[in-house]
């Protein structure tokens, strides 16, 4: 099946340091990979659209100089948070569409996410 | 009205048992349906997919109503590793096709 994995799986790091985290395809490529966040008890919310080869697309109020997405190949995306602070503690997870899903159905294959504690 | 809607629960049922969930979404235009499953801090994992004839997979089956805008999704013969959240998601066709989900129904089976 399509696996993506994620990593660290977990982060703590002081307030005002950055943290990148990798998003990888293992077994298919993906030319779009989405990054959500999820509070506790809340949903996912998508944060952004990573396109291979082009900017990121941002959803409305997550800000895109504090979220640095960069899809560097079919197989990686990355998130940085730059600057982090304690309202940044959250559960980061990244998906990912095959390429060769171009019909209607499109799934999103899921990391196993990042947990990140901001001190 | 949120863009996708679903009862929170928790829908506590004893195993053996038969339970739906609902979702609603609010966009006509919504052309992808898709169930997940979530277990407590890890990622949702891909259920199923919601065709228009709805489908069936196992004790699993999905249905849509494209009349009334809802999905759902029904378990029969409840086992406790069902426990779990789940969670509805839609797809708007075109742009990035970028996916919303619900906020997902908590199901706890009981012995």
């Known amino acids: 099946g399509a696996v993506v994995s994620q990593h660290p799986s977990r982060v703590i790091c002081k307030s005002g340091t950055s943290v990148k985290i990798e998003c990888r395809s293992l077994?298919?490529?993906?030319?779009?990979m989405f990054w959500y966040r999820q509070f506790p008890k809340q949903s996912l919310m998508l944060m952004a659209t990573?396109?291979?080869?082009?900017?990121?697309?941002?959803e409305q109020g997550v800000e895109k100089d504090k979220f640095l997405i960069n899809h560097a190949s079919l197989t990686l995306s990355t998130l940085t948070v730059t600057s982090a602070h304690p309202e940044d503690s959250s559960f980061y997870i990244c998906?990912?569409?095959?390429?060769?899903?171009?019909?209607?159905?499109?799934?999103?294959?899921f990391g196993p996410g990042t947990r990140l504690t901001v001190l | 009205r949120k863009e996708v809607e679903q009862d929170p629960g928790p829908f506590n049922v004893p195993e053996g048992a038969t339970v739906a969930f609902n979702c609603t979404y609010s966009?006509?235009?919504?052309?992808?349906f898709f169930w997940y499953r979530q277990d407590c801090r890890k990622e949702p994992k891909l259920l199923m997919s919601?065709?228009?004839s709805g489908n069936e997979d196992g004790r699993f089956t999905a249905q849509l109503n494209r009349a009334s805008q809802y999905i759902s999704l029904l378990i029969r013969d409840s086992k406790l590793s069902d426990s779990a959240t789940y969670l509805c998601?839609?797809?708007?066709?075109?742009?990035?096709?970028?996916?919303?989900f619900g906020t997902g129904t908590k199901l706890q089976v009981i012995p």
């Open positions: 077994d298919f490529q993906a030319t779009t």
């Open positions: 998906s990912a569409r095959p390429m060769t899903s171009g019909s209607s159905y499109n799934e999103q294959f």
């Open positions: 966009n006509s235009a919504s052309q992808s």
């Open positions: 990573s396109n291979e080869g082009s900017k990121a697309t941002y």
């Open positions: 998601a839609v797809n708007i066709r075109g742009g990035y096709q970028k996916v919303t």
């Open positions: 919601v065709y228009s």
